[in-house]
Every structure is written in C-alpha cells, then in structure tokens.
C-alpha cells in the first residue's frame, strides 16, 4: 500500500467492486507527494450518494446537498464525495447548485489549484491532469484554468491560496498572483467564518511571513474584516505558538480592542479571553517586566505571547533569555486561588462572624500574602495571621 490507510483501500476496494470508479483525491494525494502524513482522506467516486449508502452499512450525512457521504469504517471517518461540479457562483459565496458528473476529469476541473486537483487510485497510480505533480516540485500555486474565473466564482480560495502560501511555503505563480490583486475586494463577499478557518490554519503554517506580505501586495488585506495597516516585528513574532497567538499578533499590530477584533472575526468567547489577556499583558509589559504578580494572574501562552510581542513590536529584543514563565510560574507559592489551604468557610468559623463582602475581600488578602511570602500556605499559619490581623483592623 503506497498510500493511505487500510480502512480506505477497503472503500475503494468495495466502491469498485460494485462497479463504481472511485480515487483518492485532494489534500491527501498532495500530501502524500509532498512526503507529509495527510490528517483526512478523501475519496472522489462515480457512486452516487445514495448508492454508496447502500455500500456501507456505517455512513454518517455530513453534506449529501453537496454529494458528501461520511463513511465510517473501522472507526474510521472517510468522506466519500461523488464527482461533481459546483454549477454558478451567483455571489461568489457558494455554489448555487451542485451537480453531479460521470467523469473524474469533470470532477478535478472544479478544484482549486493544480496540487489540489490530483487524484490517485488504489494501485498508486497518479491521476494529473494539470501538471500538479511538477507545481509541487516548483512550490508553485497555480489555479486550474483561467485563474481570473475560479477566483471570481469563489473568492475564498483567494484566502486559500495565501494559506497554501504559508502552509507549504509556495509562492505564487504570477497569473494567479495577478487575478487575486484584480479581485481582491471580491473577499468581501464571503462569509467571515470560512475567512476565519483560513486564517487559523495560515497563523500555523511553516512560512507566515510570505502570506503576510502577500496579504499586502494583492491587496487582500484591505479585503478582510481588518487588518493592521502595520505588521511590525513580524519576523521576530514568528512563529506563532498557536492560532490564537496569531490572532493576539493582529489585535497588538493593529492596535485594536479585542471586542473589535473579536467581532470582526466572530472568535469564539475562548479566542476572545486569550487575546484580550494578551492585550492586557502587554500593556503591563510595555510598563515594566513581569513580576510575581502577573506570573501569577496570567496564563503562560499569554505572558509568552506578550513577552515576544514586547521584544518584537517594541524592538527591545535586548540580550536578556526569554524568561522561564512556566517554570517561574511552578515557583510561586500557589499558581491559583483554588489552591489556597483555606476558604470563607474556614475565615467565618474562626471570626464567628456571618459570611458577606468582607469574607471576599479577606481571601484577596490571604492570597496575596502567601503569594509574595508574608504567609505560609498552611491552614494553622494562615489562622494566625489572619486572627491578628482581623482583630486589629475591627
Ligand atoms: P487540508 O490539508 O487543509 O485538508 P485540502 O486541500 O484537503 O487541505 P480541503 O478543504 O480539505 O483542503 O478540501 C479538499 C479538496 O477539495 C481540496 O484539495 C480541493 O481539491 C477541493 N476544494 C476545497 N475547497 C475548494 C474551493 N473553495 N474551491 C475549489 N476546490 C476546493
Ligand atoms: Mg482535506
């Protein structure tokens, strides 16, 4: 098996054991040449939907509006999409139809770029109608057909191209490079969740940088919800350590609020809390070095992210070794409030005193004296200190 894994030869098997054509296609065939492990596989078949139902006795209806079947054998997911073309792009947002074709040629003319639109069958053989094989070896994006028109028809695979750029560090072959600066305002058509995947998978991929400038020489960027007219310290930024520190590296360059970022992009609440931590941190940092304080509050993806934000935006790399936060943070006498050895509880039985504000305000008290060492984290300790301290304040 040259490719792919048992469960898939068996589709295939069994596609064509019912006299179907089927081929593995896409992201895995390219993959695969490109001596990387594919994370699905896709499957492109002559079978109709429904047929290939009646195949597999485990499928899932993931898109059968767009031929898309998801078959689940030995626990493992395959989609299996019948050859089809898009039909009309009225809005250059989705299809309006999708129809379905006898032949796998019809099939690839639909897709992407030259390195997308391989196929393989089962034996290993390649399918390569549009000279994907040798844009693969050139690191070359290149649309199938007349790149002005597959960009109008769908403007996101403008976002996707620059993707590709960063994920697999091509660039761009000057056709498509062209008809992607002619359409750029064409981006504002599509939706800004499709924008927003895209976007996740570029901050992850090995060349970011070459996306970034591409971003400005299409002028794509003015395209998209917002952008920051300035990537400074980018370089030294790269890469990033996640898609949410990508994501952090927008709202600091461009100097937004994380609400206005966030919305713009419809980030989920989590990708909301990470980036306006960062923004905070950062803040602080442009003030003075982490101290305790901020180890403590704190995560470490955001002081790291704030820290290399500072040393590469403020241009003060210094000569100073990136600090240690995880390991600092390990110090600390209590990483979190929840590892206090004492609660409300505990302070309203010593004081006899009825819980209220003040049980609030006196755990703040606690925690920040066994934080910077006044107290030890210890219930007897803490009791004492407390008790003294509470009596001769009341
Ligand atoms: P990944 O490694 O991210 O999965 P991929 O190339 O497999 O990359 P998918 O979004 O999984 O990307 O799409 C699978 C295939 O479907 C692509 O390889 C391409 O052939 C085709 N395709 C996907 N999106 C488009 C699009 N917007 N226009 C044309 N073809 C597309
Ligand atoms: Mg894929």
């Not at 081929?23 to 001596?35: K, S």
């Not at 070896?137 to 695979?157: C, N, T």
Request: include cysteine; charged fraction near 25%.
């Amino acid at each position: 098996q040259p490719f792919g894994t048992p469960a898939s030869y068996l589709v295939l098997e069994k596609l064509e054991q019912h006299g179907h054509e089927a081929v593995f296609v896409g992201g895995a065939v390219r993959d695969y040449l490109l001596g990387k492990r594919a994370t699905d596989i896709d499957i492109a078949t002559s079978a109709e939907p429904n047929e290939v139902k009646a195949i597999f006795s485990n499928t899932i209806d993931v898109g059968i509006a767009h031929g898309t079947v998801l078959v689940l054998l030995n626990h493992e997911p395959i989609e299996v999409t019948t050859f089809r073309t898009e039909g009309t792009y009225s809005d250059a947002r989705r299809p309006d139809e999708v129809q379905f074709v006898k032949t796998l040629h019809e099939d690839l003319l639909r897709r992407d770029f030259t390195f997308n639109a391989l196929a393989m069958t089962k034996d290993g053989q390649l399918i390569d109608l549009f000279n994907g094989q040798e844009d693969l070896k050139h690191k070359i994006i290149r649309a199938v057909g007349v790149p002005e028109e597959r960009f109008h028809e769908d403007a996101l695979r403008m976002m996707r191209a620059l993707r590709f750029a960063s994920v697999l560090d091509f660039t761009l072959d000057p056709a498509t490079f062209e008809a992607i600066r002619n359409q750029a305002e064409r981006l504002g058509n599509v939706s800004v969740e499709r924008i927003k995947i895209e976007m996740d998978r570029l901050f992850l991929g090995t060349n970011p940088l070459a996306a970034f400038k591409l971003f400005t020489e299409t002028k794509l960027s003015q395209a998209l919800p917002l952008f920051p007219k300035e990537t400074r310290g980018l370089e030294h930024a790269l890469p990033f350590a996640s898609a949410n520190e990508g994501w952090a590296y927008l709202l600091v360059a461009g100097e937004y609020s994380a609400s206005t970022l966030g919305g713009a992009y419809k980030l989920s609440n989590d990708e909301k809390r990470f980036i306006a931590a960062v923004e905070t941190a950062y803040t602080i940092r442009k003030e003075h070095p982490f101290a305790m304080d901020e180890i403590y509050l704190f995560d470490v993806p955001v002081l790291e992210a704030a820290e290399k934000f500072y040393r590469s935006i403020s241009m003060d790399e210094g000569f100073a070794p990136f600090p240690q936060f995880e390991k600092e943070k390990n110090k600390l006498a209590i990483q979190s409030p929840r590892d206090l050895s004492v609660n409300g509880r505990d302070l309203m039985n010593w004081a006899d005193v009825k819980g209220g504000r003040w049980t609030g305000e006196w755990m703040k008290k606690i925690e920040a004296a066994v934080l910077h060492g006044r107290c030890v984290n210890d219930p007897n300790k803490i009791r004492e200190w407390f008790m003294n301290d509470f009596n001769s304040k009341e």
